[in-house]
């Protein structure tokens, strides 16, 4: 009873902040792009000339069709855009807010909230560059599918959260953490079917990698509706759903734990 | 109605000698050797009791590191105690550190935004009061400008001017009655003056012992962390001239 108010409590403590938080990452996002020329483009570019360039190698090297491998390759790199930059930037996210969090006791999930956000925000624009792709090259079969997104894109936010609050969290204990993550994610990045199929390493034996990895889960949701033109199974679902709700629970009981004595740390 | 209540409250820091640990550090000396980076532990506030009531204006005075800040810190929920109880009746509106916490890249008019949300403004309760703080901070058409290329002083203006447009029931205010030039201290202390008519309950931390004089009814000397006195502004600042001027007291 008394940990059921302390969290409705601290989420009416959110939600009373909404004006600040939501307004800072207007104010991320108009920064960034007010930077660059190209605008939304910008931010764009990077997975666009990765894609283009994989393409042309992958076509040559080994015949893989454009049209199949264009939008399957983008909407692997829009997906690990969002996951690196939660956990990456998220290892600042409590620095950055340093100042707030020494002047007003506001909750501190909102700062890894920014966070999120912002990579949500550029994870949106980059699947609707998918969308058209996949539109371009195959056709409007995908319509009737488009609506399981909603619930994939929303468990996927929670992980991002999740893995913002864990990376800013660690990293505020241990200052060498950013690094450590880096190299991970880079691990992480290629035991994750994004620039390969899942069946080739299943092909060779090595399924169980794509089978232990709920980055692969997650994929899976994303590029089933996106690119075969069909909702992702209930049971694919349901893990998605597992795997957020253990990233969610892990960050509660991370920050419940830390919340505190965060400020003494930084 | 406004209140405060510290029961045996102590704060410690417990921080590191050296410099902040590392995760290889953590594994490898923490675990398999002894650490030469060991924790240190800074007892900043011991035992602290202290009530006060709705139309209490409360002075807060010690040397250096005597733990002014660190209390104030505490009441406003910056800080939560290591051991004893903090309860707190009534919105809190705090005036310390205000120079910092701008968004550089942001323009002035959205910094006011952005510290009025946090003090717990809404866009519609925000649009009658932005032109009052535009106006008082004088900052004219800076505030078009991020505030990156802002002077100190303009920043404390913009910081004092958005801090200051409040309606506080309780208020706590840390050495901030000399901000900026001497035309806008004059302004600052006005405005100080009406917020401070205004609170309910105000805890002010000064090495200003003529302001706290005039403006307090009531001031706690802090010594090392304790209430060393608690009384009227008169007693308390009196004897705390005497501690001060005794011969061959130890350096604070």
Not at chain 1, 52 to 69: D, K, M, N, Q
Not at chain 2, 88 to 94: A, H, L, P, R
Not at chain 2, 129 to 136: G, H, S
């Amino acid at each position: 009873m008394h940990a059921t108010t302390a969290i409705t409590d601290y989420v009416a403590a959110v939600w009373r902040c909404r004006y600040f938080w939501f307004s800072l990452v207007k104010n991320d996002l108009r920064t960034r792009y007010h930077r660059s020329l190209l605008g939304l483009g910008w931010s764009l570019l990077n997975p666009l000339a990765m894609t283009a360039v994989l393409c042309t190698v992958f076509h040559r090297l080994w015949g893989l069709p454009i049209s199949e491998y264009g939008p399957f390759v983008l909407s692997g790199l829009a997906f690990w855009g969002f996951i690196s930059t939660c956990t990456l930037q998220g290892c600042r996210c409590f620095y950055q807010a340093e100042t707030y969090i020494r002047q007003y006791p506001a909750p501190l999930v909102i700062y890894p909230l920014r966070t999120a956000l912002g990579a949500g925000f550029h994870l949106v624009i980059a699947l609707c560059v998918v969308l058209a792709a996949t539109w371009w090259f195959q056709g409007l079969g995908n319509l009737g599918a488009l609506w399981s997104l909603l619930p994939t894109l929303l468990v996927l936010f929670v992980l991002g959260w999740s893995l913002a609050i864990l990376a800013g969290v660690a990293n505020v204990m241990f200052p060498d953490m950013q690094h450590l993550l880096e190299v991970g994610l880079q691990i992480l990045f290629y035991a994750t079917p994004i620039l390969y199929k899942a069946e080739m390493l299943r092909e060779r034996g090595q399924g169980w990698l794509v089978d232990l990895n709920p980055m692969a889960v997650f994929l899976d949701c994303l590029r089933h509706p996106l690119l075969e033109g069909r909702p992702p199974s209930l049971a694919l679902l349901g893990h998605a759903c597992l795997w957020g709700l253990l990233a969610a629970t892990a960050s509660g009981i991370c920050l419940a734990r830390w919340q505190r004595r965060l400020v003494f740390l930084l | 109605m406004a209140s405060i209540l510290l029961e045996n409250v102590c704060l410690t820091f417990s921080v590191r000698q050296r410099m902040r640990l590392t995760l290889k550090e953590f594994v490898v000396r923490s675990m398999f050797r002894q650490s030469r980076n060991p924790r240190v532990e800074v007892r900043a506030l011991q035992n602290v009791n202290l009530r006060i009531n709705e139309g209490e204006r409360v002075g807060i005075i010690g040397h250096n590191g005597a733990g002014k800040s660190t209390l104030l810190k505490l009441l406003a929920g910056v800080y939560p105690p290591t051991s004893g109880r903090r309860i707190v009746q009534g919105q809190i509106s705090s005036l310390f550190d205000i120079s910092l916490g701008f968004e550089p890249e942001a323009t002035g008019w959205e910094n006011i935004a952005f510290r009025a949300y946090l003090q717990g403004e809404t866009p519609r309760s925000l649009r009658e009061k932005v032109q009052p703080i535009a106006d008082f901070s004088e900052l004219g058409d800076f505030l078009n400008l991020p505030v990156r290329y802002y002077s100190a002083g303009m920043h404390v203006r913009l910081a004092f001017s958005i801090a200051t447009a409040v309606d506080p029931e309780i208020l706590l205010v840390d050495e901030v009655l000399s901000v900026g030039d001497l035309a806008f201290q004059e302004k600052a202390r006005a405005r100080m003056q009406q917020m401070m008519a205004r609170a309910k309950l105000i805890v002010l931390v000064s090495h200003d012992l003529a302001s706290l004089g005039s403006l307090c009814d009531r001031v706690v000397w802090l010594d090392h962390g304790t209430v060393r006195l608690d009384g009227s502004t008169q007693e308390v600042i009196e004897a705390y001239r005497q501690h001060v001027r005794e011969p061959g007291r130890a350096a604070a």
